[in-house]
């Protein structure tokens, strides 16, 4: 006899939406796909993603738990932006989960299932993006960071 798992599917609010069964060792993005495709992706990456390699982030869910640990392809992609303070909100992404036990998912506002919004406004800046390149080529980025053009910024 397999061992099975249970995925509680939040919907809006917290309030429980749904329970799917799935053999414990199952991918958590392959066991949405078919049910819960809407609630996996943002209505903008319902066809443009990765497909479950782990690169675009588009599938990332509060995942509460039995699973299995982060892998390296997923500690990378949660410590670039939108998702760089994900580990405090228990964000996973479904397409680098196997579900080990019951768990509790929730998909947090965002395209990218970060948060809201203003984090990814707020999470860098033009100015920061110049100064970091400006450390990285120093000769090659010799404009002012204050000074932001809607045009080419001419050197």
Excluded at 65 to 90: D, V
Excluded at 120 to 128: A, E, G, L, M, V
Aim: a positive charge; charged letters at 30%; one cysteine or more.
């Amino acid at each position: 006899m397999k061992k099975m798992a249970r995925i509680f599917v939040k919907g809006e609010n917290g309030v429980l939406q749904d329970v799917v069964i799935v053999e414990k060792g199952t991918n958590l993005r392959k066991a949405l796909l078919e049910e819960y495709r809407h609630f996996l992706y943002h209505k903008s990456f319902q066809k443009l993603n990765c497909h479950g390699f782990g690169s675009c982030g588009t599938c990332a869910l509060r995942v509460e738990g039995l699973t299995s640990k982060r892998n390296k392809i997923e500690a990378l992609r949660l410590s670039l932006p939108p998702h760089k303070n994900s580990i405090k909100k228990h964000l996973r992404l479904a397409c680098q989960t196997r579900v080990l036990g019951d768990v509790w998912i929730d998909k947090l506002p965002g395209r990218w299932g970060q948060g809201d919004d203003s984090s990814i406004r707020n999470s860098f800046s033009f100015k920061d993006i110049v100064q970091k390149r400006a450390a990285v080529y120093p000769k090659a980025w010799h404009i002012d960071p204050e000074a932001r053009s809607d045009g080419p910024v001419k050197v």
